[in-house]
T-cell receptor
Framework: EAGVAQSPRYKIIEKRQSVAFWCNPI?????LYWYQQILGQGPKLLIQ????????DSQLPKDRFSAERLKGVDSTLKIQPAKLEDSAVYLC??????????????FGSGTRLTVV | QKEVEQDPGPLSVPEGAIVSLNCTYS??????FMWYRQYSRKGPELLMY????GNKEDGRFTAQVDKSSKYISLFIRDSQPSDSATYLC????????????FGQGTELSVKP
């Protein structure tokens, strides 16, 4: 099966600019996650969608970050305006459903954002 | 206090060595424990999954969970240069709908 597709792979922007990342999950996967991974740290959940509804966005900085998953398939994460501390890899992941028996997330390769 | 603590390393071992990677966690309610492997410029991939306490073995990899001491371990036997990667431990609660809480990762290098 095809994996989780993310684009772009790399992005360099100046602070205060806006940027958007795109994710296409594995076909049929109802649950989609966006994680932020700062260099030298583990991934941190930003937002979780179940189909096109938000399950958890408690750690999303809503003053500057927004995300949507229209039609319950692909998703877009936007940052506006960007800050230097937003420099990180943004990982998208998907799973069939949340199932306690197997945390079979599939992660994409991520978008590496550098804010200068 | 971080919810999951992991020694970032880096850890360098010779090929064939036994590798021990460890994490501690603070919330005794965590029920699910995972190890992910992340190669450079790639996303994490699930390596091992354990529910509650106990051991799980898969080939050269063994995962252990000791809930009494809130300790998670991953052992790699006969390590290979292809095992060189960052290893991330992760935990989850059943009632948090799939949210994973990661340690910061341990960078492992296996030298030929």
């Amino acid at each position: 099966e095809a994996g989780v597709a993310q684009s772009p792979r790399y992005k360099i922007i100046e602070k205060r600019q806006s940027v958007a990342f795109w994710c296409n999950p594995i076909s049929g996967h109802a649950t989609l996650y966006w994680y932020q991974q700062i260099l030298g740290q583990g991934p941190k959940l930003l937002i979780q969608f179940q189909n096109n509804g938000v399950v958890d966005d408690s750690q999303l900085p809503k003053d500057r970050f927004s995300a949507e998953r229209l039609k319950g398939v692909d998703s877009t994460l936007k940052i506006q305006p960007a800050k230097l501390e937003d420099s990180a890899v943004y990982l998208c992941a998907s799973s069939l459903e949340w199932a306690g028996s197997n945390y079979g997330y599939t992660f994409g390769s991520g978008t590496r954002l550098t804010v200068v | 206090q971080k919810e999951v603590e992991q020694d970032p390393g880096p850890l360098s071992v010779p090929e064939g060595a036994i590798v021990s990677l460890n994490c501690t966690y603070s919330n005794s309610a965590f029920q699910y424990f995972m190890w992910y492997r992340q190669y450079s410029r790639k996303g994490p991939e699930l390596l091992m999954y354990t529910y509650s306490s106990g051991n799980k073995e898969d080939g050269r990899f063994t995962a252990q969970v000791d809930k009494s001491s809130k300790y998670i371990s991953l052992f790699i036997r006969d390590s290979q240069p292809s095992d060189s990667a960052t290893y991330l431990c992760a935990t989850a609660l059943y009632n948090q709908g799939g949210k994973l809480i990661f340690g910061q990762g341990t960078e492992l290098s296996v030298k030929p």
